[in-house]
C-alpha cells in the first residue's frame, strides 16, 4: 500500500521560506514520479510541480517557478518542497503524490496522496 507522508508546513511571513517533506513507503520508490499538489480555500486542488525518477527532470507552474524547487533522495525514499519568496496567494494544504510512471505527465494521473500540511503565508 502507497503511504505518503508530508511535514514542514507551518506559518511563515511573506518574503520567507519553508521546506516541505514527504516520507513515502509500500512502493518501489525509484520507479514513480512525484509531484506536489496544494489545494486553497474554496478552490480546486492544483498541481505544483513534480520530478520525474529519471534523470530527475522537473516541471514547475509559472505561479512557483524560480521561487519552489523540488528534491527527491531515492535512498532515503523521500520527497522535499523549498518553497522561498512565499507569497500570501501560496497559503494552501500542500499534498505529496505519486504516479506510477517514472516520467512527470497529466497531473490527472497522479493516484496517490498523503493527508496534507498546512502553509499559511501571512502578509
Known amino acids: 500500500e502507497v503511504q505518503l507522508v508530508e511535514s514542514g508546513g507551518g506559518l511563515v511571513q511573506a518574503g520567507g521560506s519553508l521546506r516541505l517533506s514527504c516520507a513515502a513507503s509500500?512502493?518501489?520508490?525509484?520507479?514513480?514520479?512525484l509531484g506536489w499538489f496544494r489545494q486553497a480555500p474554496g478552490k480546486e486542488r492544483e498541481g505544483v510541480t513534480c520530478?520525474?525518477?529519471?534523470?530527475?527532470?522537473?516541471f514547475y507552474i509559472d505561479s512557483v517557478s524560480g521561487r519552489f524547487t523540488i528534491s527527491r533522495d531515492n535512498a532515503k525514499n523521500e520527497v522535499y518542497l523549498q518553497m522561498d519568496n512565499l507569497k500570501p496567494e501560496d497559503t494552501a494544504v500542500y499534498y505529496c503524490?505519486?504516479?506510477?510512471?517514472?516520467?512527470?505527465?497529466?497531473?490527472?494521473?497522479?493516484?496517490?496522496w498523503g493527508q496534507g500540511t498546512q502553509v499559511t503565508v501571512s502578509s
Open positions: 509500500g512502493f518501489t520508490f525509484d520507479e514513480y514520479g
Open positions: 520530478i520525474s525518477s529519471v534523470g530527475g527532470r522537473t
Open positions: 503524490a505519486a504516479r506510477s510512471r517514472r516520467i512527470c505527465g497529466p497531473w490527472a494521473d497522479f493516484g496517490s
